[in-house]
């Protein structure tokens, strides 16, 4: 919804890059920030499953203490961390506008990332995607308030953002109220946040911390690698494109919730069976919903594109001719992307969090590796190439590691 406001401010070439930009500093800072919604699914999960009701209210407090404390510093250091990140992704003073505003959100995002972890854990992902359906609907009316009832422009964008990450919040508290007050009421601050317990949960959330810093590496670096390349509507097509991806990610990121919530409670359970029938009907769904969306990029990709941009009508032929070039490399994304989404889901359900770690880091030296390899012969294609084989080997190097299905539990570290 963003990127689409964006594309019709005007100068829309300008204001989608700097947008782009500035979501990837953003990007950076969440995803640095996931562990707190992967560890305390992982763990909420298992301790659902081993009937553990005190230890699941134990580990919602120490998720939010975590998240709380993590949003002090960041809003502490906002100067000097996003002035260090606008000078390394060559943002300019639209960008720089867009960060200071949208950091005042930061706090409630991070603490969502708990909130909706523990959901998952205690096996209820519609919450989770109820609140994320709100907030966005609360995020597109806001911003185009701001940006255009107001006249905020790109500044408006954030703004709206901001509100919708503190309404999450406020939907999330109340449901909680709402469904769990009895297991809520379980809590013990003294066992939550104990040092034995508080090291589990920290050597846990250690090593998806070091998956999630490649995974930003890694998107950061496509966003910066396409600005670096000379050319803006290169950048601008880039960030459209990978937007449309986003749309497919968004729907698989339900699958790998679901796989969360079902593997971590299947091991808390040590019930290997189940583990691997829901494990294989998960596989079968995420597959459908990959086919649908190559069928959706193939047929409606003109039209999902004018969704986005709608500026300068010269802008927008070159957006659109330069886009044509590359749409295949967002065709085969989904095909490629469906099966890492879901091991991912899967490995954060039993916990299984050096293997996360050690695929994602092998993945990220290939992509490099291909990269810097053929950029000075395909370009953007090189990039684009590197990116989805990265994808391809995450998921191929998690499932290996893991010794398949059947060999999770066996190896999964227990609560």
Known sequence: ADMAIAGRLGDSTATIGALAIGTTIFNFIYWNCSFLRMGTSGLTAQAFGAGRKEECANLLVRGVVVAVALAVVLIALQRPVGEAAI??????????????????????????FALNGWFIGMQNSSTPMLIALAQNVINIAFSIWFAFGLDM??????WGTVVAQYSGVVLAVVAIVRRYRDVVRLACWRSALRLQAMGRFFTVN?????????????????????????????LAVNSLMMQLFSLFSYMSDGVAYAAEALTGRFVGARDADSLSDAAGRMFRISLVIALAYVAVYTVGWEWLL????????????????????????????????????????IMIGATMTRILRNSMVCALALYFA????????????????AFLLFMVARGVLQYLMAGGIRGIIPRAEQL
């Open 153 to 158: 422009g790109l500044e408006g964008v954030a």
């Open 206 to 234: 250690r090593d998806i911390f070091i998956r999630s810093f490649c995974l930003c590496v890694a998107y950061s670096f496509f966003t910066a690698a396409g600005a670096r390349m000379g050319d803006p509507t290169i």
């Open 306 to 345: 004018g969704l986005f941009v709608d500026g300068d009508p010269n802008e927008t032929a070159a957006i659109m001719a330069t886009a044509a070039r590359y749409r295949v490399w967002v065709i085969l994304s989904p095909l490629v992307g469906f099966a890492p989404f879901l091991m991912d889901g």
């Open 87 to 112: 000078w390394l992704m060559n943002g300019d003073d639209l960008v720089r506008r867009y960060f200071f505003a949208r950091i005042w959100a930061v706090p409630a995002a991070i603490s969502l």
């Open 370 to 385: 291909i990269f810097f390899s053929l950029r000075g012969v395909w370009g953007n294609d090189a990039l684009w190439l």
